[in-house]
């Protein structure tokens, strides 16, 4: 036989008619050989965050499909160990995420991709901007994983995310919310260079009801998929610039954190002193920045209110003891404030009563 019949340049010659076990045993030469042909093309492979790059040669399948569903899935053709679940393919400038598990026939392996149609964008719990390509459809016809009401509330909209399963992806949780509105790059046009905020454009908005983090979980490797549904946009969603880069957030702003002084508070059983009868006790209590109690403070006691000079006020440490035993204070009310050096005051009122 001439060796022009075979079309495998093995580094062997094998002429023994023997031939599909040399198949067998250089399956994966001759994929290689093919990917130095016509019908191979550069592909770009990427990490969940496009920060690791590799590019390859690749056979890609289903590129000719009849339906508008099968044109948003291609087969990928590569070297055995070259992909897994999560990662992205740039092709001809566009890019796919790989599903389902990769895995090979001995000779090559095979990813499924599909289309990435948005690249949705959040702060993470650090208040850094994050970004993923997405694989987002309509999911209108799913339950959402909101529980069932007697009265509704209407949206327009529901959609399925994909994502890459990495360690900050997975910390999307339920009600974070997206701007996913394509729109956004027509904004851009109108914005100028020097705004760091712009929040005057309509935007359409989405909250996370449901949150898939151990369906698509293939053992290191996979995806994360949630469910979004529109809701109403906010005054603060809009577009930001963080470190130079413009976003569009739907962002909400931290609580602030109560800010704790230095305080005083007046302890007491009743607010009201009784006439002729025991003293009634009031309590000085300071508590520092964290709210703990501190020892040590000076109390500094004032009364004030009409006829107040008639009232008997006895100072046992920093407490007070007040009693009414003049008829003229029936029925008054004064004015108890405590305060100290450095720290916030503390007032309460009290009225002189008959015991009855």
């Not at 019949?5 to 002429?15: A, E, F, G, S």
């Not at 983090?213 to 610039?241: A, C, I, K, N, R």
């Not at 920093?318 to 003229?328: P, R, S, V």
């Amino acid at each position: 036989m001439a060796i022009e019949w075979y079309l495998m340049k093995t580094p062997y010659d094998q002429l023994s008619g023997f031939e599909s076990e040399a198949l067998n045993d250089f399956g994966a030469e001759g994929f290689l050989e093919a990917l130095d042909s016509d019908i191979a093309l550069d592909v770009e492979l990427y990490n969940y965050n496009l920060s690791e790059c590799t590019q390859i040669r690749a056979i890609l399948n289903n590129r000719l499909t009849d339906t508008k569903l099968k044109t948003l899935v291609r087969h990928l053709l590569v070297p055995i160990g070259s992909c897994h679940a999560g990662m992205y393919a740039k092709v001809k400038g566009r890019f796919w995420i790989i599903t389902g598990i990769v895995d090979d026939n001995g000779i090559y392996e095979k990813a499924i991709l599909q289309n990435c149609n948005y690249q949705i964008t959040w702060l993470d719990d650090n208040g850094n901007p994050q970004q993923r390509w997405a694989n987002v459809i309509s999911a209108s016809q799913y339950n959402n994983g909101e529980h069932e009401n007697e009265n509704y509330a209407i949206r327009s909209d529901q959609l399925l995310i994909t994502i890459p399963d990495d360690d900050i992806s997975l910390m999307l949780r339920q009600n974070m919310r997206f701007v996913i509105d394509r729109r956004c790059k027509i904004y851009e046009k109108q914005i100028s260079e020097d705004v760091t905020k712009d929040t005057s454009f309509p935007l359409i908005t989405y909250d996370i009801t449901r949150v898939d983090s151990v369906l698509y979980d293939y053992q290191g490797s996979g995806l994360f998929e949630f469910m979004v549904t529109q809701d109403e946009q906010h005054e603060t969603d809009g577009y930001y610039v963080i470190d130079g880069k413009g976003y569009w957030l739907c962002y909400e702003p931290a609580e602030k954190e109560e800010e704790h002084k230095l305080t005083c508070k007046i302890i007491y059983d009743d607010d009201v002193v009784y006439y002729d009868l025991e003293p009634a006790v009031f309590i000085a209590k300071f508590y520092n920045e964290s709210g703990e109690e501190v020892s040590g403070v000076t109390s500094e006691w004032l009364i004030t209110g009409e006829q107040n000079e008639l009232l008997d006020v006895t100072n046992i440490g920093n407490d007070i003891e007040i009693e009414a035993n003049n008829k003229k204070l029936l029925n008054k009310s004064f004015t108890l404030s405590l305060s100290a050096d450095g720290y916030e005051p503390d007032t309460v009122i009290f009225t002189v009563r008959a015991f009855l």
